[in-house]
């Protein structure tokens, strides 16, 4: 992802429900030009944030192993705008799973304001695409945990979710090569008393 239009997660239930929290913000640059004099969160990135929640959400249900993309867009109404200083909450729920792809519902909202709603599809890529991840391994696991995914993830039964061990090594291995940058400013020297 490019873009990242969620900003944290707030509640993830695997396989079922998400929510995560997007705060609109003047600096942004899509919202710079896109109605001059009148900034508002453009429609097609709500759906992104939508997407985003709704696609990690499905996409974790077997730990990342299936490569999923936003497919179509079954539906999408718009009832309100965000605008800068919104702090806009996304709801996604999981209506549907089948081999090749799964249905997904997702809602937009400013307290209890409905923003938005849309139905997604999202297909899973097979033999027909190029094999391996979609994304960096090491640059994903820092999104997931940026998003505190493995902060507030549960499962159906409450246990806490858990980075899948693909992901985890991936992150080991990051971790082990890591060398700091040396700073380049000189420590102060200390004065010595003078004997």
Known sequence: MRWF?????VEFVRGRRAVAVKAIALDEEPLDGYTPGFPVMPASLMIEGM?????????EMEGFTQRVVLAKIGKAEFFQVAIPG??????????D?????????????RGDQRLAEVELMFAFLDERFPPGPLFEPVDFV?????FHMYDVG???DG?????????????????????????????????????
């Not at 997407?51 to 996409?59: E, F, I, K």
């Not at 799973?97 to 937009?108: E, M, N």
């Not at 820092?142 to 940026?146: D, H, K, Q, V, Y």
């Open 51 to 59: 997407a985003q929640t709704a696609g990690l959400l499905v996409g």
């Open 97 to 109: 799973v089948k081999k090749d792809g799964a249905l997904a519902s997702a809602s937009a909202w």
């Open 142 to 146: 820092a999104m997931l945990r940026a």
């Open 86 to 95: 919104d702090v806009v909450r996304y709801e996604a729920t999981i209506l």
């Open 159 to 195: 246990q806490p979710i858990e980075l899948p061990p693909f992901y985890a090594e991936a992150e080991r291995a990051a971790q082990a090569a890591y060398e700091p940058i040396p700073s380049p400013v000189v420590p102060a020297r200390t004065p010595t008393a003078a004997p």
């Open 5 to 9: 239009w969620i900003d944290r997660f």
């Open 154 to 156: 549960r499962t159906e």
